[in-house]
T-cell receptor, first 118, second 112 residues
């Protein structure tokens, strides 16, 4: 099946630094990728929709200047957490959609990236 | 966007069949029903997807009644490794701006 790879799986950084997380679709072209954040024992919260070649669409309450998203190619989207603070510590997950046909498809998820800001 | 309701948690034993029901009363005509499994510190993994009636694959079955206001994920003969959170999602899969609302899911604990 299709594979979405996320890197790094874990990152620890100091407060005030920026962290980049990569999301790659390994065997299919993804025109759209989604970025989620998940806090412990909570569900996935959609942060933004990343569209190849255009600006990302952010969900309400998500600061676009803090969470920079770049989708430069059909197989790569990046999320940069700028000037990270301890409250940004979370599990970040990306997903890519592949359509199987009319009105059907599947979301493939990356392995997730655990960010810890000290 | 259709909201889903499913039990917060379930307990089972190895070898038993587990059925997790999800309610989605305001499902739209174009919406599909998809179930995902998530282990701790991992991304969700696709289990099964359906529109109506019954769908079966190598790991699960999905039962959808005619009114489509609910669905039941059936896991045959669960093992300890099936302990995970199971999410039911309902949405229109066409187009590039698909958004799925993630509930809290059902935390399934399989005991020896």
């Amino acid at each position: 099946g299709a594979v979405v790879s996320q890197h790094p799986s874990r990152v620890i950084c100091k407060s005030g630094t920026s962290v980049k997380i990569e999301c790659r679709s390994l065997d299919f072209q993804a025109t759209t990728m989604f970025w989620y954040r998940q806090f412990p024992k909570q569900s996935l919260m959609l942060m933004a929709t990343s569209n190849e070649g255009s600006k990302a669409t952010y969900e309400q309450g998500v600061e676009k200047d803090k969470f920079l998203i770049n989708h430069a190619s059909l197989t790569l989207s990046t999320l940069t957490v700028t000037s990270a603070h301890p409250e940004d510590s979370s599990f970040y997950i990306c997903s890519a959609s592949r359509f199987s046909g009319e009105n059907t498809g599947e979301l493939f998820f990356g392995e997730g990236s655990r960010l810890t800001v000290l | 966007l259709a909201k889903t309701t499913q039990p917060i948690s379930m307990d089972s034993y190895e070898g038993q069949e587990v059925n997790i029901t999800c309610s989605h009363n305001n499902i739209a005509t174009n919406d599909y029903i998809t179930w995902y499994q998530q282990f701790p510190s991992q991304g969700p993994r696709f289990i099964i997807q359906g529109y109506k009636t019954k769908v079966t694959n190598e790991v699960a079955s999905l039962f959808i009644p005619a009114d489509r206001k609910s669905s039941t994920l059936s896991l045959p003969r669960v093992s300890l490794s099936d302990t995970a959170v199971y999410y039911c999602l309902v949405g229109d899969l066409a187009g590039n701006n698909r958004k799925l609302i993630w509930g809290l899911g059902t935390s399934l604990a399989v005991n020896p």
